[in-house]
């Protein structure tokens, strides 16, 4: 698919992204040369995670603490039905609109008509307090012989920074 991050600034990128059950991830967005930038990624590999952020203060580096916790989270909820294993003290709250998350450590918004997940927001720990990183999904649509739906579109958003992705193919155990 595609990738614009910072809303354009910098120039877009294409995205790959592999998963593999339970809590295997790699995020990886390739720039046009002519851009003058090198790839984006971050990846988890069930235990550990890293970033390679070429424009960064610090190009590429392990992720730790909240960091790693949300990339964990994040590759495990690349499988919806992983969410009761994943989050074991769930709790249902009052319906709540899209626009005003409460403050959990990982707050999941649910559409009403369909059932699909819209909106995943997460608080990691930060030396300022509560970090929020905001995940929104759209465009679901049903995934060709999977029998699932799954989101075509997702912004990613974070407190300096914001990706927004665009699948134009999605293949389900692609070696």
């Known amino acids: 698919g595609t990738s614009e991050g910072f809303r354009g600034f910098g ?24 851009i003058g930038r090198q ?18 203060v610090v190009p590429q580096y392990a992720l730790g603490g909240s960091e790693l916790d949300g990339a964990r989270i ?13 989050l074991t003290q769930l709790r249902v709250g009052p319906p709540d609109f899209i626009d005003g998350p409460r403050s959990l450590v990982v ?5 009403k008509q369909t059932g699909l997940l819209a909106r995943m927001v997460r608080f990691g720990s930060s030396p300022i307090g509560r970090a929020p990183t905001q995940v929104d999904f759209a465009d679901y649509r049903d995934v060709p012989g999977a029998g ?4 075509h ?23």
């Open 74 to 86: 994040d590759s495990q909820l690349a499988f919806p039905a992983q969410i009761k294993k994943v």
């Open 153 to 175: 579109r997702w912004t990613f958003g974070w407190l300096n920074g914001r990706d927004t992705f665009e699948l134009k193919d999605v293949q389900i155990n692609a070696p």
């Open 107 to 111: 707050t999941l918004y649910f559409d």
């Open 11 to 34: 120039g877009g990128g294409t995205v790959q992204i592999f998963a593999k059950a339970p809590d295997q991830r790699a995020t990886i967005i390739k720039f046009d040369e002519k």
């Open 148 to 151: 699932i739906k799954m989101p």
């Open 39 to 56: 790839d984006a990624i971050r990846t988890f590999d069930g235990k550990s995670g890293w970033v390679s952020a070429p424009l960064a």
